[in-house]
Every structure is written in C-alpha cells, then in structure tokens.
C-alpha cells in the first residue's frame, strides 16, 4: 500500500482533523459541566453519611443546576466533608442559613446535591465558607419502616376480622346485645326505666319548688339569675352608649 499517495493523505488529514474536532467538542461539553470555563467559588458542609453521593454530582439550588460537588473527603468514623463548586454569579442570592441536603434526580435518579433557600436577612456567603447540612433519609430505613406498617396492618386487620367473627357468633357483650332477642329487649327496657326514672325526678323538682318550705330558696335563686342578667344588659347599654358617644366625637373631629 502506497502511503505517499494524495488520495491516502487527503484520508489521514481528514481523520485527525475529524478526531481533533470530537476531542474539542468533549472538552468544551466536559468543561462546561465541570464548570471549567466559568468563574466559580467554593463551599463546604459536612455529612454522616453521604448516601452515595459522588465527585462530579451536580448541585441545585432553586431547582436549577447551579454547580459540581468537587471533593469529597472523609475527615473522620463520624464525618465527610462535600467541596462543592458553584457558579460566581449564584453567589448573590446563597445566604449564611442556606443549608446543604442530599437528593435525587428522580425516583431512582442519581444523587445530586440540593441547597435550600436561605433568608432575606441573612447575609451572603463567602468564598470557602461552610454551611450547615440536612443528613439524608436512607431508602433503605424508609423500606424498613414501611415493611413495619405492613406487618402492623396485617396483625390490625386480623384482629379486626376476629372481632367481627364473634360478633357474628354472638361471643362477649356486644354479640350477645346483637345476636341475642331477649338481652336486646332487656337493654330496650332499661333504657325505657331510665326515660321513666327522669320524668319522675322532673315531676319532684317542680313539687320542691312548691314546698312552702323549699320556695323560699328557689325564689332567691331566680331572683339572683334575673340580677344578673340585668347587669349584664346593664353593662351591655353602657357599652353601647360609650361607642356611640365615642363615634360622635369622631365626627365633630
């Protein structure tokens, strides 16, 4: 094969141009996301558990992709430091009580990193400054508590289904008062003695009241019930005759 040839050599200028091409493409894509090409500042937090979180991860604020998460670094048994990346231009609306959680992209999406929306008052953050963060909820804890509300829903509608069932059978009180005629009709008759037993005591409180011995009492005792309620009207037409005088002087005014 002859690679002297214009025709081979044409090929060749072609493929390393094509090539360099992809490769400035792939840089420029990479450097945009990477935030290479604009200026940026950097902040830190902290977490227990970064719940998979990665270098490279974008960071959201308001919803947007405002950043990469640049570093992550385990400072201790009980601590990781997150370095996060942040356009220079976002810096003017992130405050001192911003503070810093883990997410995702979706349902089952990739981690990103989300910062909260801090208050007017705050100031803004500086250059390298840490901010507070919000530990994230393990999907692994939230299948664990939901498999525990499925076992207590199941032992619930057992235990439901049980009592039902000897209800039905006419077992305990409450079956028996359902199932059985004669306990039903005895409950109907005591409910009849109570209405009767009412009435009664009804009737004696008005004999009481005619008690040449009694009448005296209760004639105090509606005598000081219809004091009261004079006072209180009393004090109602004084209140009255206050806010209209107060309402005439407003209008001389």
């Not at 089952?108 to 909260?116: H, K, N, P, Q, S």
């Amino acid at each position: 094969m002859d690679t002297h040839t214009s025709k081979f050599k044409f090929r060749l200028g072609l493929f390393i141009t094509v090539g360099l091409a992809l490769f400035i493409v792939a840089i420029f894509i990479i450097g945009k996301q990477q935030n290479l090409f604009n200026p940026v500042f950097k902040l830190t937090t902290t977490f227990y558990n970064v719940s998979g979180l990665q270098v490279g991860s974008n960071i959201r604020f308001s919803g947007i992709d405002v950043g990469t998460v640049d570093n992550i670094k385990l400072i201790n048994d009980s601590t990781v430091q997150v370095d996060m990346l942040i356009k220079k231009d976002i810096q003017q609306f992130i405050k001192t009580d911003c503070a810093a959680g883990i997410g995702s992209s979706g349902i089952i999406g990739d981690r990103i990193l989300i910062i909260t929306q801090g208050s007017d008052e705050a100031p803004v953050v500086k250059d390298k400054q840490q901010i507070v963060s919000i530990e994230p909820v393990e999907t692994d804890a939230i299948i664990a508590s939901l498999q525990i509300t499925a076992v207590n829903a199941e032992i619930i509608s057992q235990q439901l289904a049980e009592i039902m069932f000897n209800i039905n059978s006419g077992n305990g009180t409450l079956g028996r008062l359902i199932q059985d005629s004669t306990m039903a009709k005895n409950f109907d008759a005591t409910m009849l003695n109570l209405r009767k037993s009412s009435k009664g005591l009804d009737e004696n409180m008005n004999a009481a009241k005619e008690n040449f011995l009694l009448k005296g009492y209760f004639n105090r005792k509606e005598k000081a019930a219809e004091k009261i309620k004079e006072d209180v009207q009393e004090e109602k037409a004084e209140q009255e005759k206050q806010a209209e005088e107060e309402k005439a002087d407003d209008e001389k005014k």
